[in-house]
């Protein structure tokens, strides 16, 4: 029996998979609402597919618990946030999950480690922790990192076929993680030591948090040379060995956006290029202002109360708002004189900022000047409503001519 701990974006999805493939599988969070909800068989967060893998799931052997129960199998997938001011990993989420399994563990049991953590945690943070217990108990406990690979929008696809890496101390401990993972993943899986699948997981989010600044910088050098960004990187993109990606109103998420400061936190002298990368996609938000500023003023507006921002999430098609540009925006925006801008997103239903709006007629009656900050497919399958307004699409979404661009 799998006992997945942490219920959140990663670990629901792993559990239900896990138990679709026919394997018994409990789910714990400490959020008793969670458990509840998930008891009533209600989702807590949408994502696509996850609505007919949570069929399947429930079909098969699965339960909610709050608590850890006895197994020999965890897979741990709590966050793991980090310090704003030192850039340096908490791993307190991952060290709580590990301390309420340890107790109830069977002798030899195997922990796997989702989370995202910084190179060296394992071992600075998590190792110390399992030892520590083990010298007490006098029970064995082996622990591994299999971090994720998932890309929110397409989780429940991803897992399946996305190659996945496994970190174990020994060969023995990799194989039975691999064989797990196995029941369900078609992707190749590389086995691995624990110390390396630490490093290549926070590699491959900071390569891609490098090439979107690389575009975004593309983007400002553009908006000075006022030239079209996109078709600047539309053509070289046809050269077979260049592939920039798109630039935007900003990195969110609580990967691409947070990772990279994991190895500036412990490596703060070797890490210019990383550093200066996120300083790029942080400054997007700013960025996006100031272009909300040049279109207002030429076309005579002054009323920021008819600025509407659409979108609120982090990216297209999911309802995570962590670390969202328009959020950003919105904060920056606390130290300009500046207030009173509309926000609206189909996929957030809370009320979450000032001014927002839960319905796009209402939204749109509201504004002449509309910023398009995330493409969600609502407003893509509504163009046509968009008729008469300015436009400042962030997103290069907007089919038609005469709309701004970065
Ligand atoms: N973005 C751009 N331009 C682009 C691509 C993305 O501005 O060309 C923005 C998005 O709008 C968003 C942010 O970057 O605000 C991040 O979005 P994303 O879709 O690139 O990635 P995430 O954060 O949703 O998921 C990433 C994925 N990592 C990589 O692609 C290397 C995913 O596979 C990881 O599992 C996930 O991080 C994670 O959990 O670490």
Known sequence: MINVIGLGYIGLPTALMLAAHDNEVVGTDIKKEIVDNLKGKKLTFEEQGMEELFK???????????????????IITTPTPYDAKT???????VINALKSVLPVALE???????STVSPGSMDNFIRP?????????????HLA??????IPGNMVHELLTNARTIGADDETVGEKVKQIYT????????????????????VENTFRDINIAFANELAKICREANMNVHEVIRIANKHPRVNILSPGPGVGGHCISVDPWFLVGEYPYLTKLIYQARQINDSMPEFVLRRIGEIMEKHDLHDFSRVGLYGLTYKENVDDIRESPTLQLLESMKNHLATGLKVYDPMVKRELVQNQYHDLDAFLKDVDLLVLMVGHDEIKKNFSKLNGKIILDTRNIFPLEGCYTL
Do not use: W
């Open 87 to 93: 850039k340096k990993i908490d791993c307190s989420y």
């Open 56 to 74: 399947t799931a429930l079909s098969k052997k699965i339960r909610f618990e709050t608590a850890p129960v006895a197994t020999d199998f965890y």
């Open 108 to 114: 030899h049991a195997v922990i796997v480690v989702e």
């Open 183 to 202: 029941s369900f993943c078609q992707g190749e899986i590389s086995l691995t030591d624990i110390k390396t699948a630490e490093m290549t997981k926070v």
């Open 129 to 141: 922790v399992v030892e520590e217990y083990m010298s007490n108990s006098g029970k064995t406990i």
């Open 145 to 150: 990192h299999a971090p994720e690979r998932i």
